[in-house]
T-cell receptor
């Protein structure tokens, strides 16, 4: 079964500084990896995904993520944080062989606070 | 593409009452999912439809929960005899077929059981 860990409950960063939100995963086959962001009282919004190819994937709002197979990680990054990036971030994984719903597994979330 | 729509946004009910939520997915999406999210947690899978067929249901899902997608378009989630532990955000998502496409979420229905 798949699993996702987000080792930090909370990440604080100053506006303009680079940010990293960490994610590690466990999956039997090849992983498909996703990042989502959630603002208060809203649903999850898709940011980016890794399926295959380049280990560095770029997504919405200047975010990018680096897939590292040997470390089973998929950390989310942004070169310069904005106050408006403050939100809850979720990493998710599914097995490439999976075509069914319950195996799309989300991590517990990391709350990002960008301080002005 | 108008996104995934969920109604109502908020529902307050008394313990023991039945509630029903509606989800309208993105029109070309075959798959529809229901998740539950409690404060500070990630979404927890409840059930999944491909077109009108309910293909998976979480083992954690009580018999009080039932979902339908009668014509393969919108879906409803009903909770019978609500309990305080049912208080949560109920999220609907839809996607295209395959393991690669991302899920697209609605803004959820927040249920409060008093």
């Amino acid at each position: 079964a798949q699993s996702v860990a987000q080792p930090e409950d909370q990440v604080n960063v100053a506006e303009g500084n680079p940010l990293t939100v960490k994610c590690t995963y466990s999956v039997s086959g090849n992983p498909y990896l996703f990042w989502y962001v959630q603002y208060p009282n809203r649903g999850l919004q898709f940011l980016l995904k890794y399926i295959t190819g380049d280990n560095l994937v770029k997504g919405s709002y200047g975010f990018e993520a680096e897939f590292n197979k040997s470390q089973t990680s998929f950390h989310l990054k942004k070169p310069s944080a904005l106050v408006s990036d403050s939100a809850l971030y979720f990493c998710a994984v599914r097995d490439e062989r999976d075509n069914y719903g319950q195996n799309f597994v989300f991590g517990p979330g990391t709350r990002l606070s960008v301080l002005p | 593409d108008t996104g995934v729509s969920q109604n109502p946004r908020h529902k307050i009910t008394k313990r023991g009452q039945n509630v029903t939520f509606r989800c309208d997915p993105i029109s070309e999406h075959n798959r529809l999912y229901w998740y539950r999210q409690t404060l500070g947690q990630g979404p927890e899978f409840l059930t999944y439809f491909q077109n009108e067929a309910q293909l998976e249901k979480s083992r954690l899902l009580s018999d009080r929960f039932s979902a339908e997608r009668p014509k393969g378009s919108f879906s409803t989630l009903e909770i019978q005899r609500t309990e305080q532990g049912d208080s949560a955000m109920y999220l609907c998502a839809s996607s295209l077929l395959g393991a690669g496409p991302p899920l697209h979420f609605g803004n959820g229905t927040r249920l409060t059981v008093t």
